[in-house]
């Protein structure tokens, strides 16, 4: 595959997802046939201009019903559960996040003529590296991403299928769910909220959503990449209560940052660095946004989705803040 390929037939499942919904746009700005597989009470999130395929990817009829009718070139595979639920079960995580890639992998293999298949994985493979390989999943969902790797590893060895492994890491930005850290303590900054959090000392890589998506394009047209893993990070970690004090200083918020109100999860891993410099070598991307820069672009977006009013809307109330998790 070379650097012209798109536009090109694509398809997508997670497109209406915080990250798939930016990647979807992104295909139709750059000229491409955008199809998805969707789940029907979701279709209407989705441009109109987007093909819509009624569908499940626990369902391997209608994945393989979709792919056959497509006839993609490429595709991106962004649906998965649990990265907002710390009480995920195993089986359940397995259903969706290996079975889904499973489904993917034998479809594609079916219909034939695929160039690429981009297969989004998770920061959270790698935990605290402490085993001989360095994948130390610490969750059910981590755990499911690391075993459908194995997987789509497995496909390219046997079958040459054309993979491709991306694993973002601490995502945010506009759009994002407002149990997302950086949602949540937006929120509760520009409401002079009082900000329950942990002690906050764990260490993440924090990358832009818009920064996310053009490696997901690059992982989708650089040639010569099939069966390799790129993460996608900014290559600078912070901690969690450095990035909330920024955000109280950016806002101007008036409330107290409760550090240590909250117990850190089961698990909880001290830092979770990426390897940038892989990713940079194999595609030529890297992260461009900086911290505040991301920043201010989110609390732009929420202030005008959510502020000024007195009360906030039901899809602008918080919770426990979600410290760990990218939200796809």
Known sequence: MSESDYPAPVFLTGATG?????????????????????LPSDAQALPAEVRLYPGDVT???????ALADVKPIVVFHLAAIGMTSPYLTMGAACRVNVDGVINILEAVHAVGGVQRVVLVGSSYEYGARRSDDELDPFSPYGASKVAA?????????????????????QVYGPGQHTKG?????????????????????????????GDVVEGLLAAGRVP?????VLDLGSGQLRSVRQV?????????????????????????????????????????WEASTSL?????????ALRNECFPRRERDEDCETTRPLEGDHVE
């Open 18 to 38: 915080f990250i798939g919904l930016r990647l979807t746009h992104a295909l139709l700005d750059l000229g491409c046939t955008v199809s998805a597989l969707v």
């Open 59 to 65: 369902d391997p009829g209608s994945l393989a019903n």
């Open 292 to 300: 505040d820069e991301g920043l201010m672009l989110t609390i732009d």
């Open 149 to 169: 790797w194995a997987f789509a590893r497995a496909a390219y060895n046997a079958r040459g299928t054309p993979v491709v492994w991306v694993r973002p890491f």
């Open 224 to 228: 010569d990449i099939e069966g390799r």
């Open 244 to 284: 909330v004090e920024r955000i109280w200083s950016l806002v101007g918020a008036e409330g107290h940052i409760l550090a240590g109100a909250l117990p850190y999860r089961p698990g909880e891993v001290p830092a979770i660095p990426a390897n940038v410099q892989r990713t940079r070598l194999l595609t030529g």
């Open 181 to 209: 850290l950086v949602s949540a303590s937006i929120l509760a900054a520009m409401g002079q909220d009082d900000f329950q959090m942990t002690r906050g000392e764990q260490q993440r890589d924090f990358v832009f959503v």
